[in-house]
């Protein structure tokens, strides 16, 4: 009898093992099936988020579009406060505008939301009378090289002479794949990086993901990519400083008609400050001018009319010293950087601080330039004014956004031209493979809520 009962014990030990067996098998098989799903959700809600970003990404492109069709004054960029620009929510999605300081004093450690003003950069493409001036305007960026500056000149123009410590043919067919230089305009600033000389170091600094501002990764020595001085400041590439889309008509107001060319003032000039002042104040006017005066600026104009700024603001829109279609390569003295101020000639880096302190201690915005010619003085103007406007037609969205829960991180930078009066993107990337550029306020902020994680 104990041996029957010994031999039942053992089958029931033995269908408890199985039965303990396929309960394990299923709670595995339950937990997979569970842990897929789980993956699955979460796919698909990141998927979600990411779509809501994009679309945030794009509404906030068109609300530029608006912000530039709808402005009282044509040329003028919009005020800071006239618009959002942090955190502005669409949706279950949030989008910024990453923008940039205009003083250099903050040194890249404080973020700035806004947009930017492409007109505030030295254009590539700037045509001047004497290639060694852009050489000099090149020269004076921070991290830039005289090769480079040079390569860059051999890069853009027609000939295969070759600038002093440049690159021509003979240098690029030396390179693995062999290639040449473009002798053509610049199309992009990325495009920087296929010409001679142009190092990941001299083009984007410290700042590899082009936010403008001191990360963590990019203030801790070579603990992290990149290599950094760890000093406590940004220093940028040139890439920060350098656009090709700065461009404005060389038409007036309405939008049809030439503006008036003053390098030879006529009847037509007489006509408009007749018009816009009175016909003894443009009669006194034109005398000033006298008749074998001839200017390199309007700003040169202005210095030797003996106009009031009043009295130039009310006109200068209508004035030019070029008798083509467009002006490539302006740039705006109302919203440019000490930085790009004081690489132009006839500004040293004393005379940017003065113009950038005095227009942000100024309480109205405006497109007017007669102001900086007290700073400039008069050989400053004679230097200088060939390379200053006061309107911007093309601005720039480096827009970020995030969906729900602060999940599907998006970015996409946009520059916007309204040189015809109608806006229209002319320029569109990708940016977000550059890495988060938010700042660890915002990531911590979308934590906190179970967000970002």
């Not at 008036?260 to 016909?279: D, F, M, R, W, Y």
Request: with cysteine.
């Amino acid at each position: 009898m104990s041996a029957t009962f010994h031999s039942a014990s053992q089958r029931n030990g033995s269908v408890l093992v199985v039965v303990l067996c396929v309960c394990l098998g299923l709670v595995s098989i339950t937990l997979l099936f569970g842990h897929s799903m789980l993956m699955a959700y979460r796919g698909a809600d990141n998927d979600l988020s990411g779509r809501q970003a994009e679309q945030a990404i794009d509404g906030a492109a068109r609300y530029v579009e608006l912000l530039m069709a709808t402005a009282e004054t044509p040329g003028l960029m919009p005020d800071i406060t006239s618009y959002e620009s942090e955190a502005v929510p669409v949706g279950d999605a949030t989008f910024w505008f990453l923008g940039r300081a205009a003083e250099t004093t903050t040194n890249g450690t404080t973020r700035v939301f806004g947009l930017v003003d492409e007109a505030s950069k030295i254009n590539l493409n700037m045509r001047v009378s004497d290639p060694q001036i852009f050489l000099d305007i090149l020269g004076k960026l921070p991290g830039m090289t005289a090769e480079l500056a040079a390569a860059i000149i051999d890069w853009r123009d027609a000939d295969e002479d070759v600038t002093p410590g440049g690159a021509e043919a003979e240098t690029y067919n030396r390179q693995t794949p062999a290639s040449s230089a473009k002798n053509a305009d610049f199309e992009s600033v990325e495009e920087l990086g296929l010409v001679s000389g142009a190092t990941r170091l001299i083009l984007y600094g410290e700042d590899t993901n082009l936010n403008g501002v001191l990360d963590a990764n990019e203030d801790d020595g070579e603990i992290n990519l990149p290599s950094d001085n760890s000093d406590g400041k940004l220093d940028p590439g040139i890439l920060e400083y350098l656009t090709v889309f700065s461009k404005e008509s060389n038409k007036q107001s309405d939008g049809t008609t030439a503006r008036i060319n003053v390098t030879q003032p006529g009847t037509e000039l007489t006509t408009l400050l007749t018009e816009k002042l009175s016909a003894s104040r443009a009669n006194e006017i034109m005398a000033s001018l006298g008749t074998t005066t001839r200017f390199n600026s309007v700003l040169a104009f202005y210095v030797r009319s003996g106009m009031k700024p009043e009295e130039f603001d009310l006109v200068s829109d209508s004035l030019t010293t070029s008798d083509g279609d467009s002006v490539a390569g302006l740039i705006n003295v109302n919203t440019a950087s000490e930085t790009v101020l004081a690489c132009l000639p006839g500004i040293d880096t004393d005379k940017a601080s003065k113009i950038v302190s005095q227009r942000l201690g100024s309480a109205t915005q405006s497109a007017g330039i007669a102001w900086v010619a007290d700073i400039l003085g008069p050989d400053g103007v004679e230097q200088a004014g060939p390379y200053l406007t006061g309107r911007s037609y093309q601005i720039s969205a480096d827009v970020a956004a995030v969906g729900r829960h602060g999940r599907g991180y998006r970015r996409t930078r946009f520059v916007i031209d309204n040189s015809t009066g109608t806006p229209q993107i002319i320029y569109r990337r990708n940016l977000a493979s550059l890495g988060w550029a938010l700042g660890s306020d915002v990531r911590e902020s979308f934590a906190s809520t179970k967000g970002i994680q």
